[in-house]
């Protein structure tokens, strides 16, 4: 049942706000700033023992770990990072018992990640699952975990539960940063941010006009480059990943960083650029990295919390706390890719070759 939606993309895109909230409910203690996580089986001690993560995924999940890892350096000073568990499971890697590894899925049967999962447990490693599907075969065999709560999710592109996955990471965080070094403070600071996502995401969401015209003034593109530096990075990278396979249309994600070492010798007017432009400590490098897109006629649209001027659009976010702005960044993304899509008269919930789980290597 799509409730009056033409797709199940475009009704999961437009659930966030409620997914959101539920996979918040019941879990904020305010009274010690933190967050608990029932499914964890990490107490106190095990937790402070940790000294490196290593998050594994596909596809979309994999760029919601990136954020994650991101979430869990910034919050909780462990250091961490993702990797595609179809890599990670093939390159022998060392397997050290200080080390929590983390397994992202939608659906919980992704056969690389569950081969990943199972090859760590042969090897005496703790892992934990952050899973939608709930009793799913990665939750079944992760040692405890969390569930991510969006719900069904039908549409073979991910969107709702990119979010949700993203905000159980920085539940995640959290928790493990207030019992490690982050302040009180901090972590009230970090619920009232995730609090107020709900209400920021329906914002998003009621600009979808907007978006669909933006969306057609970019349809001409042969290919588009979508730049984004350390938080805004893997934001860059889904939306690459959602514009491509729903619509077919080329796409590359590079940190803005890396244009000059080689990516900016594509750039023309036939090239768009999607800028994500947060307003953090990283705002004026943005800008300066605009700036040699357009001395190369390059065409840019921002995203943002503020109109940049350097872009010749802006679709404007609101601003949450600066460790919580790639939840709400990439939304309006999944939009543009969406009516893309539509206006080229592509099958979104069903884009050709893909499968919703691939549950074969
Ligand atoms: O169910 P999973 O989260 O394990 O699936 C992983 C990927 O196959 C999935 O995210 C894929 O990249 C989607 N088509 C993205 O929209």
């Not at 940063?177 to 941010?193: F, N, P, Q, T, W």
């Not at 920021?200 to 290919?223: H, N, P, T």
């Not at 080329?250 to 999607?274: D, Q, R």
């Amino acid at each position: 049942d799509m409730g009056g939606h033409d797709t199940y993309m475009h009704k999961e895109i437009s659930e966030q706000a409620d997914a959101v909230d539920r996979v918040l409910r019941g879990r904020i203690d305010d009274r010690f700033s933190t967050v608990h996580l029932g499914g964890l089986n990490l107490d106190a001690r095990e937790a402070r023992g940790v000294r490196r993560i290593k998050i594994l995924g596909c596809g979309t999940s994999y760029h919601a770990g990136q954020i994650g890892a991101q979430l869990i350096e910034e919050l909780a000073r462990i250091p961490a990072d993702a990797e595609p568990a179809s890599e990670f499971r093939y390159r022998n890697p060392v397997v050290d018992p200080d080390t929590l590894y983390v397994a992202v899925s939608q659906s919980g049967e992704t056969y690389d990640v569950l081969a990943a999962v199972q090859e760590l447990k042969r090897k005496g490693a703790r892992v934990l699952g952050v899973v939608n599907v709930v009793g799913s075969a990665i939750a079944r065999e992760a040692d405890g975990g969390t569930y991510v709560h969006a719900g069904p999710e039908v549409c073979v592109v991910s969107t709702k539960c990119f979010t949700n996955t993203v905000v159980a990471f920085a539940l995640l965080a959290l928790h493990l940063g207030r019992i490690r070094d982050l302040s009180v403070a901090d972590g009230k600071r970090i619920i009232d941010g995730l609090r107020r996502l709900p209400e920021q995401i329906s914002e998003i969401l009621a600009g979808e006009d907007e978006i669909k015209r933006l969306a057609a003034e970019y349809a001409d593109a042969k290919s588009m480059m979508f730049i984004g530096r350390v938080r805004g990075y893997p934001v860059a990278r889904e939306a690459s990943l959602k514009l491509k396979e729903v619509s077919y249309i080329h796409a590359e994600a590079y940190p803005a960083s890396e244009l000059k070492h080689g990516p900016l010798a594509l750039i023309e007017p036939a090239m768009p650029t999607v800028a994500i432009v947060p307003d953090d400590d990283l705002l004026e490098k943005n800008r300066a990295a605009m700036e040699e897109i357009k001395a190369r006629s390059g065409r840019i649209l921002a995203v943002a919390h503020q109109v940049q001027e350097k872009a010749d659009h802006t679709i404007v976010v609101p601003k949450n706390e600066n460790e919580l702005d790639p939840i709400l960044m990439g939304i309006p993304l999944q939009l543009f890719a969406y009516h893309t899509a539509l206006a080229m008269g592509r099958d979104i919930d069903k884009p050709r070759n893909l499968a919703k789980s691939v549950t074969v290597e």
